[in-house]
C-alpha cells in the first residue's frame, strides 16, 4: 500500500497517512505527495471538501527522522516547503480526524485545517526545541497570532506534550470527541460543507483568511530559512545522534566545541 491513499467519494477527497507501522511518520515523499493532492484539488471543481486523517492509531508522529537525517528541508524548493505553499493557498474547506499522536508537523500542519475534530487522549507536541530545531510550517507566527505570546511561548520554548483537552482550551482543535468517532463526525462535516454553495463557501475562507495569509507566507519563508540553518547546526546533529543512540542529548557538547572554535 501506498504511504499516501487518496479517494474520493462524490465531492470530498479523502487524504489518508498510511504507515500505521510507524505513526504515519512523515517521509520527504510523502510531504510531496500531499502537496501535489492538495494542488490538484484546489483546481479540481468536482473537490469541495478535503478530509484528512491517519490510518492505525495515530494522526502523525511528526518527521521520520531517519529520513529527515537523509532528506534535510532547504529555505526553498523542498517537499515540506511545497506543502506549506499548498496549505497556505488552499481555497477549500480542509477538515482533519486526529487521534492518537499529533506530534511536530502533525500538529503544525492542523494550523491551516478549517475544523479539526480530535479523539479523546489525543496527544500534542511541538517538540522541535528539543531537536535543536525551530518551528515549522509558519506555527512560529500563527501561534503566537492564535493564541498570544505567553500560551505559544509555552508549547514552543518548551516542547512538552499536552492533550486534546488543552488543544481545545487553546482553541486549536474545533471539538473533542470520544475515541472511535473522530473520523465519522469528520466525515459527516464534510457532507455538509460540500452541500454548501462552493462558490460563497470559499468566498467566506477567502476573506477570513486573507489578511493573514501574506503574513503567513512570509513568515514561513523567513521560519524555513532558520529552519535549514539550524536543522545543520552542532545542536541538531548532537539530538539526532542521541534519539539513535537512545540516549538523552547532552547540549553541554555542542556549547564547549563552540566555544572551543570561538563560536
Known sequence: MPDIVAERSESILRIQLNRPAKKNAL?????????????????D???????????????TAGNDLEDFVKNPPAPEGSPQARLNDALINFPKPLV?????????????????????????????????????????????????????????????????????????????????VPVGTALAVTNDVA??????????????????????????????????EEFAAQVRSPDAKEAFTAFFEKRRPDFTRTQTAEAAHGG
Open 27 to 43: 517521509t520527504s515523499s510523502m510531504y510531496g505527495a500531499v502537496a501535489d493532492l492538495l494542488e490538484g484539488a484546489a483546481k
Open 45 to 59: 471543481d468536482r473537490t469541495r471538501v478535503v478530509l484528512w486523517h491517519g490510518a492505525g492509531d495515530s494522526f
Open 96 to 176: 482533519a480526524a486526529v487521534h492518537g499522536a499529533a506530534v511536530g508537523s502533525g500538529t503544525t500542519m492542523l494550523m491551516y485545517c478549517d475544523f479539526v475534530y480530535a479523539a479523546e487522549g489525543t496527544r500534542f507536541q511541538l517538540p522541535f526545541i528539543n531537536l535543536g530545531l525551530v518551528p515549522e510550517f509558519g506555527s512560529s507566527f500563527s501561534l503566537p497570532s492564535r493564541l498570544g505570546y505567553i500560551r505559544a511561548a509555552e508549547l514552543i520554548l518548551l516542547g512538552q506534550p499536552f492533550d486534546a483537552s488543552q488543544a481545545a482550551a487553546l482553541g486549536l482543535v474545533t471539538r473533542v
Open 191 to 224: 457532507h455538509t460543507l460540500a452541500a454548501k454553495p462552493a462558490a460563497a463557501l470559499q468566498a467566506c475562507k477567502r476573506l477570513m483568511t486573507g489578511p493573514l495569509r501574506e503574513q503567513l507566507a512570509h513568515a514561513a519563508r523567513v521560519e524555513a
